[in-house]
């Protein structure tokens, strides 16, 4: 009940050599692709080659199989209902915090660990012949602008050392990567092979997850369009994929309203985390891992607790298979329950809160942990610079 890591049926072999099992390892493989790739992607260029390799070893083979063990596989998350009284225990329906956060956790990880190593060492006197810094470079580079700025550096004594990047072909390549997204969403919650959709409605599942894609799109897009004068499709491709993360966490346990309404959270907050990240924190967050994926996991993970309604999910983690709260077949529920429902307040929020933040420490101390010993190792390996 207290499960901490499965012990039998790893490789696929033994009790793990059934169809079922073949099905559950084809439904995780995309994901945990995705899981390694948001910080590999983060730390693009950034960190020692070393580094990113253990970091995708550590996400892959130790912090996917654990969180997904906790929370699908029948662990101490999921049986937070059984153990604590805590409405159904976890629900994280199709990998709102399982994958994204915890990916953003290791990003964020590295981001604080490796990014600070590389700026201290751009910032060293140089060793060879200056270039002048143009201005695109310390416009781009907050931190960079700061120390020519403020300290014993000049314009003229800084290393110039980054080489720019190709551009991007914006808006194309944003919005064919945010179809992707909404189209793998969708794919992904219909294809689970853990869910009994005899019991739930499947068409409601992709519903709520294109509502979802919809109102995170349209709210960072009418933003940014008043703000700035202009719509930004990049902000709102990055307002999809959070909306599509947070709405995957219920899937079809909230009505389609609370789906819009979840959507377009998750898709508003995505410009003003971006501004706090890169402006108040200072953090080099150049695919905006935090504001998407962390940031839309967590969100999504807590928006169960208050707009699950009770239509669905009944005996979800083994909690009221025929009566919940004293009412029959009542499912998950949070807050907002529908009429005729009991609402489980705050035992399904608690939930989801305690799950949301086990996912996330326990990710990001164990990758600053991997990226600190590695990136200490690697500069003692390199010597002096």
Known sequence: ??????????????????PGAYALFLWQLPWVVTACLIPLLAL?????????????????????PLAGNWVWGGGWLANLGDNLSLGHGLVDFAGAGTVHLLGAAVALAGILVVWPVRARRSLREPTSPSVPLPASALAADPDLASAVADGPLSRAQADWAPTPLPPVHLPLLATLGAGLVTLGGVGWVLANPLVD????PPALAALNVLLAAAGGAALPLAYTWLVASRPDPLMAARGLAAGVIAGSAAGPLMPPWSALAVGAIAGLLVPFTL???????????RTAAVATGGLGGLWGLLSVGLFADGRWGQGWNGIGADRFLGVAQQGVTGLLAAPGFQRDWPGQMQAQMVGA????????????????????ATRALRGPE
């Open 44 to 64: 693009r260029g950034r960190a020692p080659a070393l580094v990113s390799l253990l970091a995708g070893l550590g996400t892959s083979a130790l912090l996917y």
């Open 1 to 18: 009940g207290w499960g901490m890591v499965g012990l039998r049926g790893f490789g696929l072999l033994r009790e793990a050599a059934t």
């Open 275 to 285: 501004y706090a990240v890169g402006h108040w924190l200072r953090w080099d967050d």
């Open 357 to 376: 933040a086990a996912i996330a420490l326990f990710s990001f101390l164990v990758a600053w942990l991997i990226f600190a010993v590695v990136s200490a």
């Open 197 to 200: 959709w005899s019991a739930l």
